[in-house]
């Protein structure tokens, strides 16, 4: 793409957004910020979540569509947890433990045995899920399970300035995204694991020759990317509520993120988590009614124009 | 992984010769086989005589719960057999255009629900829900052939969840949670066509023409340039064949023989809500479809005979609420363990029972399964 025609589509984007965000201001300035700080939490939860997709996905070419029923476990582990021991900390290493384990059991157990095979994977992971959901709607109930926040960061933040107060448990999730997004970034591009990993998924064969144990490799990464799903499950337990059927609405965000963001890459989940939150939370408050149209547009308004995503690069 | 694997990946055994399926350029076509068809067996006529005699023994619970849901359902999955065996795509919004098909049968015929019906003559609203459904299969393919592989399954779930969503908070078209209720089938010729029997022959007879339809249209040029396009698009483009417009027109196809499905299944079920289109269900026609067998079109009807009866069945073994546990395990079962299907077991165990002279059993099995299932292995140009 040309320079011009950079400039030309930001600005066809831009100064709708940039307009309509001025009107917003100026007609209801606490709505608007108070949505805004609304979207961009909750991009933060999708960000932790999807981002274990696009690990595991981006950089194994493994497909899990059961990233979203260890969300689900996670968040109900996390629950229990968090009842028993009284400690949010403890909830949020029992939640990433759980995922962890079981995403390495499927790991050792089904995708090694089938490297490559997209659609075997899918199809597996599809039944996984299947299995999972009803597992747990077995074991725990359809009930809603709401956790509530730590002590320390209960109630509202007073004092500031337009929106006057906000949840501080919701301001928290801000920078625990952006924290986890950096670390996840640094493990990748500055570790000599992430490099491992980089280099198995470029060329596996010549990884395993240089001596590294590549099983041992790819099982932590999954793992890792597993963890996170359940680390999310913990963090949205609060923020949303734990019952059966959030397993497919994240997956389904963490799906919209990388597909919007591109595949495999960190940033570009940040970036589709970023998008993806701030239009649901503002068609929510602005246009109720059609609030998953704007997700679909956007979807499809992304796919017309870069099928790989925003910040995807070839397979 | 590139488009070729993933398409070697779907095409379950060793890649197929592809048949051209057009005559050699200047000079004389090849004689060919006359063979329209695939040879009549004795086992055709018999599971024919089955399906047309079977509401004269089985009780209405079978013929209308088991039968008629079961070739309702089979027609749904047929389209996405048709897509995934012959064009190489996955698709998981097949059940959004059978949905879409049926809102839109109910929304324009007549229906219980008030001030959301148009309340026009039945035919009219058919082939309206069939249009609209045809066309939102086009729009759908439209999107997702610039995909491939995965990203065209996570495509067509993001679009089917998108418009259930839609259906669940729109309430002037869709009328929201309750969706519409009361969506029956004409009464025409004296004859009611929701009663067990009638409708068993309707949806037998829809059935029976959608297999024939794409068992027929796997043998025409599009449908064997359709394959070719799945097990080499570069080289079929190569070719000169235009590979997105093959594609994006295998979607409408398959949206014809979807919304066919949907008109039948929304009578079936008398109504129609955004339940229907919902994760379940689009999860469900794939579980139909890979149950079965992607290889030859009757796999998605032997899905949907396997999942109606574990449907109705399994939860007197297990309990009521189990079925999603049921049907979960025995998808994966057949996933770890069959190649293909139903019919990858069947193919399996032909293999074994014959003893064909000098070849192995696989072999055997083999080619015999491909006189049956493709035209391309049959007459290799």
């Known amino acids: 793409m040309t320079r011009f025609w950079r400039g ?51 950089l194994m070419r493994n497909v899990n569509l059961a990233h979203g029923s260890l969300y689900l476990l996670g968040g109900y582990l996390g629950f229990y947890t968090a009842q028993f021991t009284g400690s949010w900390l403890f909830a949020l290493a029992a939640g990433f433990a759980a995922a962890a384990v079981v995403g ?111 099983n041992l490799v790819f099982a932590t990464t999954f793992a890792i990317g597993a963890g996170l799903a359940g680390f999310g499950g913990v963090i949205g337990a609060v923020e949303l509520s734990m019952v059966p059927g959030e397993d497919t609405r994240l997956l389904l965000a963490s799906l919209v993120v990388v597909i919007v963001g591109g595949m495999g890459s960190v940033v570009g989940a940040a970036v589709g988590a970023a998008i993806l939150g701030l239009a649901e939370t503002y068609g929510l408050a602005y246009a109720p009614t059609y609030s998953v149209v704007f997700t679909f547009v956007i979807l499809v308004l992304v796919l017309a124009f870069r099928p790989r995503g925003i910040l995807g690069r070839p397979a | 992984m590139s488009a070729a694997n993933w398409r070697g990946a779907m095409n379950v055994q060793t890649p197929r010769p592809v048949a051209s399926g057009r005559p050699p350029a200047g000079g004389t076509p090849a004689p060919r086989p006359r063979r329209f068809t695939n040879p009549i067996r004795p086992r055709h006529i018999l599971v024919l005589a089955f399906l047309l005699a079977y509401p004269w023994f089985a009780p209405p619970f079978f013929t209308f719960q088991i039968g008629a849901q079961a070739l309702a359902l089979g027609l749904i999955a047929l389209s996405l057999t048709f897509l995934a065996g012959a064009g190489g795509m996955i698709s998981l919004a097949q059940m959004t255009v059978a949905g879409l098909t049926g809102y839109m049968v109910a929304i324009f015929g007549t229906a219980a629900t008030d001030g959301v019906t148009l309340g026009w003559p039945w035919w ?21 052939v ?7 399954i996570m495509i067509t779930l993001a679009i089917g969840v998108a418009f259930y969503y839609l259906a669940l908070q729109n309430y002037a078209v869709f009328n929201g949670f309750q969706g519409v209720q009361k969506v029956f089938p004409p009464t025409l010729a004296g004859v009611y066509w929701r009663a067990p029997t009638p409708f068993y022959y309707l949806t037998l007879g829809c059935a029976l023409a959608g297999y024939l339809f794409v068992v027929y249209l796997l043998r025409t040029p599009f449908g064997i340039a359709l394959q070719g396009i799945r097990d080499n698009p570069r080289r079929m483009h190569a070719l000169g064949f235009n590979v997105t417009a093959h594609r994006v027109a295998a979607y409408s196809v398959a949206g014809v023989i979807a919304a066919v499905g949907g008109v039948l299944f929304t009578w079936y079920n008398g109504l129609v809500t955004p339940g229907s289109v919902g994760t379940g269900w689009l999860i469900n026609i794939l579980v139909i479809a890979v149950l079965g067998g992607l290889r030859h079109p009757v796999g998605a009807f032997l899905g949907a005979i396997v999942f109606v009866l574990l449907q109705n069945f399994a939860i007197d073994v297990i309990d009521r609420e189990r079925f999603n546990l049921v049907i979960g395990v025995v998808f994966l079962v057949i996933v770890l363990f069959s190649r293909d299907g139903l019919l990858g077991w069947w193919a399996a165990l032909s293999a074994r029972m014959s003893t064909h002279r000098g070849e192995s059993p696989w072999t055997a099995a083999r080619k015999r399964s491909y006189a049956r299932s493709s035209p391309s292995a049959s007459s290799p140009s």
């Open chain 2, 124 to 144: 009219l609203a058919v082939l309206i829900g069939i249009a609209v459904g045809v066309a939102a299969a086009t729009f759908i393919g439209w999107l997702s």
């Open chain 1, 104 to 214: 390495l059991a499927m790991q050792v157990s089904i995708f090694r045995f089938m490297p490559g095979q997209d659609l075997r994977q899918t199809l597996v992971t599809i039944g996984l899920s299947i299995v999972i959901a009803d597992l747990l709607m077995w074991a725990i109930g359809a009930q809603v399970h709401q956790m509530s926040p730590p002590a320390a960061l209960d109630g509202p933040l007073r004092g500031l300035p337009v929106i006057r107060a906000y949840s501080t448990y919701r301001l928290t999730l801000l920078p625990i995204g952006i924290a986890i997004g950096v670390a996840l970034w640094l493990f990748l591009n500055r570790t000599r694991i992430g490099m491992m990993i980089r280099a198995g998924v470029d060329d596996r064969a010549m990884l395993a020759a240089a001596g590294v144990n590549v």
């Open chain 2, 146 to 152: 610039r995909t491939e592989g995965i990203y065209t």
């Open chain 1, 8 to 58: 030309f589509w930001t600005l066809l984007i831009g100064i709708p957004i940039v307009a309509l965000a001025a009107w917003g201001l100026q007609d209801n300035a606490r709505l608007f910020v108070i949505t805004f700080l609304n979207g961009l939490t909750l991009a933060s939860l999708y960000f932790i979540v999807a981002s274990g997709f696009t690990l595991v996905f981006g």
